[in-house]
């Protein structure tokens, strides 16, 4: 457990993460990577004066990333005006740049000279490592969800990922691995302030759920969700995992 939580990428004997995939990666912030680098280009992009990706390249990138239907369902109640307004985008380039990949250069984003690298060798299965490593270590999963701080969901992503590799094969509800999270580790509900409209056992299961299942797992691609319903405020759904996850690391522990 302390290799799982305190060395996730630094723990051969428990787990490994192959430096590149033996086939291309599907995934959301993939598909959303591919997007911003195609703009990019050799040519660059120019921000805009608050430092963000343009107006145009979000809208347009918008509507190939979710079609003509899905664009308009997430623009009802207000169009892309800011990078912000297209959440999954933004939270892509952050952790493009974080992860090294894009970069500013003479008031361009550009792609970085590894990043070139690794499209000319390995195409986007040598991108995808990066953006996994990156996005579980230094992005901060909490940013704008709206639950209270509780680092200790991004800490053990790790468990997460293992919890799915024993037990995703089969489609489970989210409750399952809430249940699983809390039974190991209990004391992650003094984390929790007190609140009028929730208990810390129900905060925590939000948060872990919108935060490590939706938020981190099916971003990435390493799981698929079914929602039990069309209700946006239904939190139900179920979870089951993706060939990706056993292609971006491989476990070496018992299974149970």
């Known amino acids: 457990m302390g290799g799982i939580l305190y060395h996730p990428f630094d723990s051969p004997e428990l787990v490994t993460f192959p430096s590149y995939l033996d086939v291309p990666p599907l995934a959301p912030i993939v598909a959303l990577f591919q997007l911003l680098a195609e703009a990019i280009g050799s040519q660059g992009l120019k921000p805009t004066a608050t430092g963000n990706l343009p107006q145009k390249f979000l809208r347009e990138a918008g509507l190939a990333y979710w079609g003509e239907d899905g664009y308009k369902k997430h623009t009802e109640f207000g169009d892309i005006r800011t990078e912000p307004d297209f959440y999954d985008m933004h939270a892509t380039r952050i952790v493009t740049e974080l992860s090294g990949l894009v970069r500013k250069y003479?008031?361009?984003f550009i792609l970085s000279r590894e990043c070139r690298k690794l499209l000319s060798e390995h195409g986007l299965a040598g991108i995808y490592p990066r953006l996994l490593r990156t996005y579980a270590e230094?992005?901060?999963?909490?940013?704008?969800?709206?639950?209270?701080?509780?680092?200790?969901?991004?800490?053990?992503?790790?468990?997460?990922?293992?919890?799915?590799?024993?037990?995703?094969?089969?489609?489970?509800?989210?409750?399952?691995?809430?249940?699983?999270?809390?039974?190991?580790?209990?004391v992650?509900?003094?984390?929790?302030?007190?609140?009028?409209?929730?208990?810390?056992?129900?905060?925590?299961?939000?948060?872990?759920?919108?935060?490590?299942?939706?938020?981190?797992?099916?971003?990435?691609?390493?799981?698929e969700i079914e929602r039990e319903s069309d209700n946006l405020f239904e939190r139900r759904f179920k979870v089951r995992k993706r060939t990706l996850l056993n292609e971006a690391l491989v476990f070496h522990l018992g299974r149970k």
């Open 106 to 108: 003479k008031g361009k």
């Open 138 to 186: 230094q992005f901060n999963w909490g940013y704008r969800d709206g639950y209270p701080e509780i680092d200790f969901i991004q800490h053990s992503f790790l468990f997460t990922l293992y919890l799915l590799d024993i037990y995703g094969d089969e489609w489970r509800p989210n409750s399952f691995y809430e249940d699983s999270f809390l039974q190991a580790f209990p």
């Open 188 to 223: 992650v509900m003094r984390e929790v302030p007190p609140l009028s409209y929730s208990t810390p056992e129900q905060t925590v299961r939000n948060c872990y759920s919108s935060r490590c299942l939706k938020g981190f797992a099916k971003f990435l691609g390493l799981v």
